[in-house]
């Protein structure tokens, strides 16, 4: 005898399973993938600190 309900239950319940596997494949990233982005991040961060004009350089500059 097979209860309904449950097997409706089960079906539903492995669809949402497939699809979240195929979510997972589809837009996951890797623990490399994650870390290289935040290293590039961290990289450009530095790169435009690194050009940016403080108060006192903003007031040296010649007017003109």
């Not at 994650?34 to 040296?60: N, V």
């Amino acid at each position: 005898m097979v209860n309904l309900h449950r097997a409706r239950k089960a079906r539903v319940r492995q669809a949402a399973q497939t699809a979240a596997d195929e979510n997972r494949i589809r837009f996951g990233r890797t623990k490399a993938e994650r870390q290289r982005l935040a290293d590039e991040l961290e990289r450009q961060r530095r790169h435009l600190e690194g050009h940016a004009l403080t108060e006192r350089e903003e007031h040296e500059k010649p007017r003109g």
